[in-house]
Each structure stands twice: as structure tokens, then as C-alpha cells.
């Protein structure tokens, strides 16, 4: 399990039990495979195979959509009025990448394959960290995250924003597991208790997965 530290909020997330594959080339940008409407890359409009990459921001605006395609490691649909950050891409000490990506406002789903990277989105109030899962992830105003899982497993826990690695690894420990069908809200001072999501909220998740990795 991936220990994530929360650099301005106070809840960490991180994915459990998923499977290894094996690992892919070096990842050091993003292409945009869907772009609908009003969308900017750090101000400029961008495009359909267009490349991104580290340090740039993304944003969509009303009535547009836009997919991320990460390599073959993940995907990321933007919502209409969301704006992404790519934090980071590198790779790890195994050669696999390193998908950082910052939230600030806005609705996303992101699909992450099994085993091909580690991937973490952080907002303002939370950070979830995946390693194969589908989910949707919306921030509030940014006082609140809610997350929505279709698929996988994901620890929830607070976390200071000043915790060691050992801190934060002794909170994971016994930190809640939120199960594939379920959902749970975070904001700056407290974890909601994970509930089941509606057969329509699993519906609209599961249209938002027929995108694919490529």
C-alpha cells in the first residue's frame, strides 16, 4: 500500500488489494483522446492528440468534457467547471510511472489499470491514491471531496498536514476500507461513514466507465 501525506488537507486515501501487472514504459506526458466545448491548457485552447505534461493546468469550462489518457496506465474524464493540475509524471524506483495530479474544483471519474502505475489526486480537503480502481471524485466549493467507487477498494483516514511517513502509516493501519459500490464525503475535520450508492448514482459511474485505456 502506497502512504500518501496530505500537503493542505487532513484525510488521506489510499487504494487496497489489487493486482500487479506487468509494468509499462517510462511516462512523461498525457494526450487528450476526448475534447468537447470550452477547454484550456494553462490558458490556451486545446486540442484533440494534443500532449501535456507536468506543471500544466487544465481547465473545463460549461457544457465541456475532456478525457486524459495517461500511457496505457489511466484515463481521467473532466467534467463541465473542473480544473486540473498535473503535479507530477516521473517513474518510481521499479520503473513504473508516477501519475500526481491536484484538483482544485469540478466533477472527474478516473480508470486506473491494475498494477501499471501509482496514481493519487489530491484536493483541497483530501488525496486518494489508487492502484487499479474506477471512480468518480467531485470537490465542493472547495470545502468538501465525495468520492464514489465502482470498482476496487480505497482506505480513508486523517492525516495532519505535518505527519511523518510513520504517522501516516500508523492512521492507514486503521483507517476505513470503502468497498466498490460504496461512497464517502470528506471535508477539512471529518470522515463521513461510507454508504451505498444509489442504483442511479451506479449507473451514471458505470456509462462514465465505458471510456477506455488505451
Not at 35 to 64: C, F, R, Y
Not at 66 to 72: N, R
Not at 74 to 95: D, H, R, W, Y
Request: aromatic share 2%; hydrophobic share 40%.
Amino acid at each position: 500500500m502506497r502512504n500518501l501525506i496530505i500537503s493542505t488537507a487532513v484525510v488521506a486515501l489510499v487504494a487496497v488489494g489489487c493486482g500487479e501487472k506487468k509494468e509499462q514504459a517510462s511516462l512523461d506526458s498525457a494526450k487528450f483522446t476526448y475534447v468537447k466545448g470550452d477547454v484550456l491548457v494553462s490558458g490556451k485552447p486545446a486540442t484533440l492528440g494534443q500532449t501535456v505534461s507536468k506543471d500544466a493546468t487544465i481547465e473545463v469550462k460549461n457544457n465541456s468534457m475532456a478525457v486524459l489518457q495517461f500511457s496505457s496506465a489511466a484515463s481521467i474524464t473532466l467534467k463541465a467547471n473542473s480544473v486540473l493540475s498535473i503535479a507530477n509524471l516521473s517513474k518510481n524506483e521499479s520503473g513504473k510511472p508516477v501519475i500526481e495530479l491536484s484538483q482544485n474544483t469540478g466533477s472527474s471519474f478516473s480508470k486506473i489499470a491494475k498494477g501499471q502505475s501509482e496514481f493519487s489526486i489530491k484536493t483541497p480537503t483530501a488525496v486518494a491514491g489508487v492502484r487499479g480502481t474506477s471512480f468518480e471524485l467531485e470537490v465542493g466549493n472547495g470545502k468538501t471531496t465525495k468520492i464514489k467507487l465502482l470498482e476496487g477498494k480505497v482506505a480513508v483516514a486523517h492525516v495532519e498536514a505535518n505527519a511523518t511517513p510513520a504517522e501516516v502509516k500508523e492512521e492507514l493501519a486503521k483507517a476505513t476500507v470503502v468497498e466498490a459500490g460504496q461512497k464517502i464525503e470528506a471535508d477539512a475535520t471529518h470522515v463521513a461513514k461510507p454508504t451505498e450508492i444509489t442504483e442511479a448514482e451506479k449507473s451514471s459511474l458505470q456509462a462514465m466507465n465505458t471510456v477506455e485505456i488505451a
